[in-house]
């Protein structure tokens, strides 16, 4: 498991924009389970971390100086390459403007943002839900989870949350979760799953892999979707191959078809995802707990503290510019 002296922070100057750059500075970080990935050994789907390089991260920013005919001083932007530092650089490819009449300037990172971009995009155009049909949902509380369990819900579905704590499924039951499941005192979650959805899991959103994982293999209703969204209790085996039990029985009994998924390839549903989770936000039809910590040197303590399961909703930091913004 990382620990906080892996990483140190560095004091350097403003860098100052060239033409077709502008210059801005973060008002939020996000904090994200894939960063884990970044600083393992192993390749992922994505380019590693070498020791001494800036960790990669997302941020909502405003731009304060310009030398970029798209981009004015004050305009607020989110993008995925924007680094754990408080200014970057930037040259305006694969940002999004943050438009904060749909939702505030944090929410670009959350329900707005990748997060709840995935959430959409996993359920709907990998599980595809049915009125009536169960979907069971891992780190259920989190950013990912509880949007997913929300569309779920709207899509007339039985939403069935599995997290760490009772604080934790006291939250997805406001959310509108139909039952809950308690992973880490479960002495028996094949069971406790068998329980829950009677009828069998027609849609199983994979949050973490790991036991939860296991379980639901073998809960798994005809015609089940498997969407494999994130492996993050196997984080301190991400060097390894993945070899454990394989499901072959369940998936053959159950025609099951199991997906992996990544976010980036969905681009041209963004759009629509986003649209669709602002409008469930205007009719008060969707909830979200973001879990804030302040200041860019805190970092490393939210990004261990989300690999701890200990963050309560969509972790994020504020800086010290974000001071006074809607939230
Ligand atoms: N494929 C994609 O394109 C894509 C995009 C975004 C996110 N993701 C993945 O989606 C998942 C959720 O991401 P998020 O941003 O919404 O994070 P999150 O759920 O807000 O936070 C991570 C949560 O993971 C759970 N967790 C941590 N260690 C665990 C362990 N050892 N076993 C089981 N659960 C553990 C904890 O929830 P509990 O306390 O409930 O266990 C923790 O709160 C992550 O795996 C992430 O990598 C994938």
Same mark, same amino acid.
Request: proline residues 5%.
């Given at each position: 498991?990382?620990?906080?002296?892996?990483?140190?922070?560095?004091?350097?100057?403003?860098?100052?924009?060239?033409?077709?750059?502008?210059?801005?500075?973060?008002?939020?970080?996000?904090?994200?389970?894939?960063?884990?990935?970044?600083?393992?050994?192993?390749?992922?789907?994505?380019? =590693?971390?070498?020791?001494?390089?800036?960790?990669?991260? *997302? &941020? !909502?920013?405003? /731009?304060?100086?310009?030398?970029?005919? +798209?981009?004015?001083?004050?305009?607020?932007?989110?993008?995925?390459?924007?680094?754990?530092?408080?200014?970057?650089?930037?040259?305006?490819?694969?940002?999004?403007?943050?438009?904060?009449?749909?939702?505030?300037?944090?929410?670009?990172?959350?329900?707005?943002?990748?997060?709840?971009?995935?959430?959409?995009?996993?359920?709907?155009?990998?599980?595809?839900?049915?009125? =009536?049909?169960?979907?069971?949902?891992?780190?259920?509380? *989190? &950013? !990912?989870?509880? /949007?997913?369990?929300?569309?779920?819900? +709207?899509?007339?579905?039985?939403?069935?949350?599995?997290?760490?704590?009772?604080?934790?499924?006291?939250?997805?039951?406001?959310?509108?979760?139909?039952?809950?499941?308690?992973?880490?005192?479960?002495?028996?979650?094949?069971?406790?799953?068998?329980?829950?959805?009677?009828?069998?899991?027609?849609?199983?959103?994979?949050?973490?892999?790991?036991?939860?994982?296991?379980?639901?293999?073998?809960?798994?209703?005809?015609?089940?979707?498997?969407?494999?969204?994130?492996?993050?209790?196997?984080?301190?085996?991400?060097?390894?191959?993945?070899?454990?039990?394989?499901?072959?029985?369940?998936?053959?009994?159950?025609?099951?078809?199991?997906?992996?998924?990544?976010?980036?390839?969905?681009?041209?549903?963004?759009?629509?995802?986003?649209?669709?989770?602002?409008?469930?936000?205007?009719?008060?039809?969707?909830?979200?707990?973001?879990?804030?910590?302040?200041?860019?040197?805190?970092?490393?303590?939210?990004?261990?503290?989300?690999?701890?399961?200990?963050?309560?909703?969509?972790?994020?930091?504020?800086?010290?510019?974000?001071?006074?913004?809607?939230?």
């Amino acid at each position: 498991m990382p620990e906080p002296n892996n990483w140190h922070m560095e004091k350097a100057q403003i860098p100052r924009p060239d033409t077709n750059q502008f210059l801005a500075r973060a008002l939020y970080l996000s904090v994200d389970p894939y960063m884990r990935g970044r600083i393992s050994a192993k390749q992922g789907y994505a380019k =590693g971390v070498e020791i001494g390089d800036l960790m990669p991260g *997302g &941020a !909502v920013a405003e /731009v304060i100086e310009s030398k970029h005919p +798209n981009f004015r001083e004050g305009d607020l932007i989110e993008t995925i390459q924007f680094g754990w530092q408080d200014y970057s650089v930037l040259n305006g490819d694969g940002l999004t403007r943050v438009d904060v009449s749909i939702g505030p300037a944090h929410a670009w990172l959350s329900y707005l943002g990748m997060p709840g971009i995935t959430a959409w995009c996993a359920l709907n155009n990998i599980g595809q839900p049915k009125f =009536g049909e169960t979907v069971l949902i891992s780190a259920a509380s *989190g &950013a !990912v989870g509880q /949007v997913a369990g929300q569309i779920a819900k +709207n899509k007339g579905c039985r939403a069935i949350a599995v997290a760490s704590s009772e604080e934790k499924l006291k939250w997805c039951k406001n959310l509108g979760y139909d039952r809950g499941v308690n992973y880490r005192t479960s002495n028996d979650l094949v069971r406790e799953f068998a329980e829950v959805c009677p009828n069998g899991i027609d849609i199983y959103f994979d949050n973490t892999a790991g036991i939860i994982h296991d379980a639901a293999m073998q809960n798994l209703a005809l015609g089940a979707r498997v969407i494999i969204v994130g492996t993050i209790s196997l984080a301190e085996k991400f060097d390894e191959p993945d070899m454990g039990e394989r499901f072959l029985r369940q998936i053959l009994v159950s025609r099951a078809k199991v997906q992996g998924f990544l976010v980036f390839d969905h681009l041209d549903s963004y759009p629509e995802a986003r649209r669709s989770i602002a409008n469930l936000h205007n009719k008060g039809e969707l909830k979200f707990k973001t879990d804030f910590m302040d200041g860019l040197e805190n970092m490393p303590a939210a990004f261990l503290k989300l690999l701890h399961a200990q963050n309560m909703g969509k972790q994020l930091i504020r800086t010290e510019f974000a001071e006074g913004l809607p939230e």
